[in-house]
């Protein structure tokens, strides 16, 4: 694995082709109190590259130039909760969304198991361990904890190609394409503190 920590931003010469993988580490799960900690960044190569921001400022414009890439395919595994903090915090709009936890719910039904460690398990053939999922991404990166970064990041290419098939087959793609559309929406719902189904009696 080639696993990259920068601090503030991107470096400005990288290329990442047309197709990334994304995932966000945060404070906690309140995005008003909660602070956007890292951005990780994979192009499928066995690399990450993990973005430390300041939180005093959040400038980081390489980083919000490859996110605003509308030519930019991003995987993201549950883009809801990602997207809610990278618009409160770097203030962009992401488009061209891939979500893999959204794939997995529509064509995965033969289980109640959509999270990235039961995804990876079964596509990958790998146990990836969860354990710092909620450590402090705040301070100084330990060593593991970069490695669990990376992990997020580092099988959703994979992932994302097998369950597209899947939905091909069992003819849910459109469904699972006009479900996407919906997600910016569901994001700036979140934003103005609508976290029920508005569809709901």
Known sequence: ?????????????????????????????????????????????????????????????NLKKILSDKSVTKIFHFARADLVFIKKYLQIDVENIEDTKLQSKLIRKYTDKHGLKDLVKEF???????????????????????????????????????????LIRENRINLYKDCLKFINTRVNLDLECFPDDVWSH
Do not use: W
């Open 124 to 166: 990958v053939g790998i146990d990836i361990s969860k354990q710092h999922q909620t450590s402090d991404f705040g301070g100084e990166l330990s060593s593991a904890q970069i490695k669990y970064c990376a992990n997020d990041v580092l099988y959703l290419h994979k992932i994302n190609n097998e369950l597209n098939k899947m």
């Open 1 to 61: 694995m080639d696993i990259k920590l920068h601090k503030n931003d991107l470096p400005k010469d990288l290329e990442f082709g047309n197709k990334i993988a994304i995932d966000c580490e945060f404070m906690g799960l309140n995005f008003l109190r909660d602070k956007l900690c890292l951005v990780q960044i994979s192009t499928g190569k066995s690399d990450a590259h993990i973005i430390q921001l300041n939180r005093n400022n959040y400038d980081a414009p």
